[in-house]
């Protein structure tokens, strides 16, 4: 279960300034007498909403603790030996260690002046927001809190140092949700470098920006524990690890964050569930590629397995199956049809190599490409899945028609 900042906290953020755009467009709905000029969006209450979703959550995951006999010791861990941990004055001897202490975005490498800047980590500590932001950094929560502050009227700038703000997603799923976050008038500036910093101005490039709050929502380094072994070599930003999550070091696994392999809160679970089976002997592999990226955006984005880059890397013979929103009964009946599904796949042999889905409800449905690839499936098999109508779901079995070569919708 995610508790992280990029996952609970974040949708429930971007849900509330959904909701709030959606009350201002109710008469596209038939809806009558509401007056969006009076309508606001209130921090202080969207704040507490998030924070009491969390603490739910939480409680009910320090139930399960407690109900499987799981000792939780609060405190800082000094690993010194692959088989000892000391909290405090307590020594704790062990066969294995799995190290799962999450990341933080690395600092910034200029200085801003006090009071003008917040980590995105405590972002729900700040009292209230100004009109005039500035996100620094890349990743998909830069890009979710660029539309949630956008959605509820402020002024947004990104400033991504790296050339691609949202690296590994699709190409074809980058350019559409970056023309869609600036038709919404958010400024995106990548390959950007910040030069001179004042009280109320920044220059980008050759640029000057008004500003009242910089935010870092800088690409993430690993936290790893004090230790007496060297778990970073050549101060790497992870700890690295191999196909197993060994670091390297006998009896000692990292799962998650710490080792860079994939910034996902899901992907971080799923490779703690594989090395305590590893741990217990039971064999296995993982496919990092298996798991789905979700980035909460408006509309939200999913894709799982191979990229058409990395497909035409591979040099694979590949076709594209694909299926607009816009022609799905139930979307247009939610008022949600903006976006579309692309299913990848081999010429051969019709296996399904990725998904990518551009929709309302997108982080939801790649959890049944996930299923389906899991299997190894082909495109055959997508178009002959039955699937309710009507349903969203659908557009699975349309674009697996698609990419079949048997198309309904053209």
């Known amino acids: 279960m995610c508790l992280n900042w990029g996952c609970i906290p974040t949708k429930a953020l971007i849900e509330s300034a959904k909701f709030y755009k959606r009350i201002q467009t109710a008469g596209n709905l038939g809806i009558d007498g509401i007056d969006p000029e009076k309508i606001s969006f209130n921090w202080t209450k969207a704040k507490k909403r998030s924070d009491h979703i969390v603490q739910k959550l939480t409680a009910g995951i320090n139930y399960l603790l407690r109900k499987n006999s799981v000792e939780v010791i609060r405190g800082e861990a000094r690993i010194n030996t692959g088989r000892t941990v000391t909290v405090g004055n307590r020594l704790l001897e062990t066969r294995n260690i799995l190290i799962a202490t999450g990341s933080y975005p690395a600092p910034l490498d200029f200085e801003v002046p006090e009071g003008k800047l917040a980590q995105v980590e405590h972002l729900l500590n700040i009292k209230e927001l100004p009109s005039r932001i500035i996100l620094v950094g ?28 949202i690296p590994g997603v699709d190409e074809y799923l980058r350019q559409y949700i970056l023309k869609k976050a600036r038709s919404q008038g958010i400024r995106i500036l990548e390959n950007a470098r910040i030069t001179n910093v004042t009280e109320d101005h920044i220059r980008i490039n050759d640029t000057e920006v008004g500003y009242d709050l910089v935010i870092n929502c800088s690409w993430r380094r690993g936290i790893v524990p004090p230790s007496d072994l060297d778990l970073r070599p050549d101060g790497q930003n992870f700890i690295p690890v191999d196909e197993f999550m060994h670091t390297g070091i006998p009896g000692i696994f990292a799962a998650g964050d710490v080792n860079g392999l994939s910034y996902l809160a899901h992907a971080a679970s799923a490779q703690g569930v594989f090395v305590v089976n590893h741990i217990q002997g039971v064999e296995g592999s993982m496919n990092i590629k298996q798991y789905p990226i979700n980035i909460y955006t408006v509309p939200e984005i999913a894709q799982i397995g191979l990229t058409e880059a990395e497909i035409r890397e591979k040099e694979i013979g590949y076709r594209i199956g694909e299926f607009p929103m816009s022609a799905n009964g139930k979307a247009l009946a939610e008022d949600a049809a903006e976006g579309m599904i692309r299913i990848l796949s081999g010429k051969k042999t019709g296996e399904v190599l990725g998904v990518q889905i551009i929709a309302a409800n997108a982080t939801d449905l790649i959890a049944e490409a996930a299923a389906f690839m899991s299997v190894e499936a082909t495109v055959y098999d997508v178009a002959r899945t039955v699937h309710a109508h009507p349903t969203v779901a659908e557009v699975f079995l349309e674009a697996g028609m698609d990419a079949a070569d048997k198309p309904i919708h053209k």
């Open 138 to 165: 890349h990743g998909p929560a830069t890009l979710e809190l660029a539309q949630f502050f956008s959605l509820i009227d402020k002024e947004l700038t990104v400033v991504c140092p790296a050339d691609n703000v």
